[in-house]
C-alpha cells in the first residue's frame, strides 16, 4: 500500500524559514515524479511545485518561485520542500502527492498524504 | 495565473444528477486535455477522480463521468448518494509558467 507523510509543519515568523519533509512507502520511489500542493484553510487548493523520479526536473508555481526548492533523496524514499521568505499567505495545509501509477503525467496526483499546516505569523 | 472558475455549491436530492463547470480559458482547458477533478470529503486528503477530461481510475464509481466544450470541462455525477457530499475540485495542465492551476472549488450537498 502507498502511503505518503508529511511533516514539518508548525508555526513559523515572516520572513522565516521551514523545510517540509514527505516519507514515502509501498512504491519504487525513485520511479515517480512527486509534488507539493497547498490548501489555505477553508480554501481550494493550489499546486506549488514537481520534481520528476530521478531529481533532475523541477517545476514551480510563479507564486513561490524563487522562495520555495523542492528535493528528493532516493535513497531514503523522502520528498523536501525548503520554504525559505515566508509569507502570511503561505499559511496552509501542504500535502505531498505522487504521480499516479498508471500515468505518464506528473499533473495528476494519486494518492496524497495527509497534509501538515504551516502557519506564517507573529 | 488564475484559478479555473467553478459553482460555489451545487445541491440535489439522493438519486438525481449534478453537473459542475469548470471554466478556464484558451491558455489552459480550452487547449489541453489534461484536465482533472478531485473529490475531497472534510478533513481528508483529496481524491482523483477524473483525468484526462473523462477517464476515470480504476475504483472510481461510473456515476461520475467528465466532459469538455471550448474553454469549460464538467462533471457529472448521476444517481447522487449521500456520500458524494464533498467539495469537487477541476484543474488544468496550462503550459505556461505556472504549468498547473486548481479550480476554485465547489460544495456539492445531497439535500
Known amino acids: 500500500e502507498v502511503q505518503l507523510l508529511e511533516s514539518g509543519g508548525g508555526l513559523v515568523q515572516p520572513g522565516g524559514s521551514l523545510r517540509l519533509s514527505c516519507a514515502a512507502s509501498g512504491f519504487t520511489f525513485n520511479s515517480f515524479a512527486m509534488s507539493w500542493v497547498r490548501q489555505t484553510p477553508g480554501k481550494g487548493l493550489e499546486w506549488i511545485s514537481t520534481i520528476t523520479g530521478g531529481g533532475a526536473y523541477t517545476y514551480y508555481a510563479d507564486s513561490v518561485k524563487g522562495r520555495f526548492t523542492i528535493s528528493r533523496d532516493n535513497s531514503k524514499n523522502t520528498l523536501f520542500l525548503q520554504m525559505n521568505s515566508l509569507r502570511a499567505d503561505d499559511t496552509a495545509v501542504y500535502y505531498c502527492?505522487?504521480?499516479?501509477?498508471?500515468?505518464?503525467?506528473?499533473?495528476?496526483?494519486?494518492?496524497w498524504g495527509q497534509g501538515t499546516l504551516v502557519t506564517v505569523s507573529s | 495565473q488564475s484559478a479555473l472558475t467553478q459553482p460555489a455549491s451545487v445541491s440535489a436530492s439522493p438519486g438525481q444528477s449534478i453537473t459542475i463547470s469548470c471554466t478556464g480559458t484558451t491558455s489552459d482547458v480550452g487547449s489541453y486535455n489534461y484536465v482533472s477533478w478531485y473529490q475531497q470529503h472534510p478533513g481528508k486528503a483529496p481524491k482523483l477522480m477524473i483525468y484526462d477530461v473523462s477517464d476515470r481510475p480504476s475504483g472510481v464509481s461510473n456515476r461520475f463521468s467528465g466532459s469538455k466544450s471550448a474553454n469549460t470541462a464538467s462533471l457529472t455525477i448521476s444517481g447522487l448518494q449521500a456520500e458524494d457530499e464533498a467539495d469537487y475540485y477541476c484543474?488544468?495542465?496550462?503550459?505556461?509558467?505556472?504549468?498547473?492551476?486548481f479550480g476554485t472549488g465547489t460544495k456539492v450537498t445531497v439535500l
Open positions: 484543474s488544468s495542465y496550462t503550459g505556461s509558467s505556472t504549468p498547473l492551476v
Open positions: 502527492a505522487k504521480r499516479p501509477i498508471w500515468s505518464n503525467n506528473w499533473y495528476y496526483f494519486d494518492p
